[in-house]
C-alpha cells in the first residue's frame, strides 16, 4: 500500500542545514514547504528545488504568524553564527522566543508534529565534559551571545510547556557544531573561515591559544539525525544532543584545513572573543540509544566537500 506523502513545513528552510534538509525530505517523497525571510538564508541555496513539484518557497519572518496546513513542521529559522546573531540581537532574541510561540501555535492548530532545532549553546561555558541532555549549563544571561543562547533555551521551555499543558507533539534537538556545503560564507564560523583563508593563501586566524576544543558533525549526518528524531516514538521527546563526539583542537582543525587545502598558511593569533567555551563535546549516547543514530562521516572526508564547495567563492 502506497503511503500519503506528509505536508513538512521548514522554517529557515534556505538556510545551511535547512536547505539540506529540505532536499532530503523531497527525496524520500514529502511535500515541503520551506519559509525563510532571507536574513542568512540564501535563494541560491534551494534555487535547485524550485521546479521539484512537491517543493513550496514562501519569503515570510516567523516572528510573525503563519497559517498553512503541514503534518510535521521543522523550527530552524534562527541566525546561528555570532556574526550574524550579534549583528541585531533584539531580533535574535524575537526569532527564538516569538518564533516558537508561533510554531507552537500552528502546530497546535493543526495537530502538527513539531521539532525545535535547539543548540549546544544552551550549555554556555560548560563545567561539565562532555555534556549530558541532563547539564543544566552555565550561561552568561546578560552576555553578547545570551540573545542566542538565551533565546534558545527560552525556546525549549516553550516546548515542554506546550507538552505539558495542551499534549503537543514535541521534539527538540540539541545541534552541536555542523559544517559542510552551503555555509554562508560570511557567517564567521570557524571552518569557514578556516577554509575561504586557506583557499586564498592568507593567514588562519586563531583566537586565544588555539587549545578550545570543538567537535564537528558532518551536515548529512546531522539532517539524518533530525529525521530520525522527527520519526520517532511520540515518547521520545528530547532534549536530544546530535553532534560528533569526535572532539580536537580549534588548532589542529587549522592545521588539516592548511594540509588538506595543499598551502603553507599561517596563523594569525587574536584574543578570546567574549564568553567565547572552551570545550564543546556532545555525549550521544541516547542518539544512539533512542534514535540508532550515530555520525559517519569521518573529518576529512566531510572537509574535503566543504572545501571543494568553497572554491567557487574564491
Not at 89 to 115: D, F, M, W, Y
Not at 140 to 146: L, Y
Not at 179 to 198: C, E, I, Q, T
Request: proline share 5%; hydrophobic share 35%; aromatic share 8%.
Amino acid at each position: 500500500m502506497k503511503t500519503v506523502p506528509k505536508r513538512v513545513l521548514v522554517t529557515g528552510g534556505a538556510g545551511f542545514v535547512g536547505s539540506h534538509l529540505c532536499e532530503r525530505l523531497l527525496e524520500r517523497g514529502d511535500d515541503v514547504l520551506c519559509v525563510d525571510n532571507f536574513y542568512t538564508g540564501m535563494r541560491h541555496n534551494v534555487v535547485h528545488l524550485l521546479d521539484h513539484a512537491n517543493f513550496e518557497l514562501m519569503r515570510h519572518d516567523i516572528t510573525f504568524p503563519l497559517y498553512v496546513e503541514v503534518d510535521e513542521i521543522y523550527n530552524l529559522a534562527c541566525p546561528a553564527s555570532p556574526i550574524h546573531y550579534q549583528r541585531d540581537p533584539v531580533q535574535t532574541t524575537k526569532t527564538s522566543v516569538i518564533g516558537a510561540i508561533n510554531v507552537l501555535g500552528l502546530a497546535k492548530r493543526v495537530k502538527a508534529k513539531v521539532l525545535q532545532a535547539s543548540t549546544s549553546e544552551v550549555y554556555g561555558d560548560p563545567t561539565v565534559h562532555p555534556q549530558t541532555e541532563e547539564y543544566w549549563g552555565n550561561v552568561n544571561t546578560t552576555g553578547i551571545r545570551a540573545c542566542y543562547d538565551e533565546g534558545k533555551r527560552c525556546a525549549e521551555t516553550l516546548f515542554f510547556d506546550y507538552l505539558r499543558q495542551h499534549k503537543l507533539r514535541i521534539k527538540v534537538a540539541r545541534i552541536f557544531n555542523t559544517y559542510g556545503p552551503r555555509m554562508h560564507p560570511n557567517d564567521g564560523r570557524v571552518v569557514s573561515n578556516f577554509v575561504l583563508s586557506a583557499l586564498r593563501g592568507e593567514d588562519l586566524t586563531l583566537y586565544g591559544d588555539g587549545s578550545q576544543t570543538r567537535s564537528f558533525c558532518f551536515v548529512d549526518d546531522l539532517v539524518d539525525g533530525l529525521m530520525k528524531l522527527m520519526d520517532s516514538e511520540d515518547s521520545v521527546t528530547g532534549p536530544i544532543n546530535l553532534g560528533n563526539p569526535s572532539e580536537m583542537t580549534v588548532k589542529e582543525l587549522a592545521e588539516t584545513v592548511t594540509e588538506l587545502v595543499g598551502g603553507k598558511n599561517g596563523i594569525s593569533y587574536h584574543p578570546l572573543p567574549q564568553d567565547d567555551p572552551m570545550q564543546r563535546q556532545p555525549n550521544i549516547a541516547k542518539a544512539k540509544a533512542l534514535l540508532g543514530w550515530e555520525p559517519k562521516v569521518d573529518l576529512r572526508t566531510g572537509l574535503g566537500k566543504t572545501i571543494d564547495y568553497f572554491r567557487a567563492f574564491v
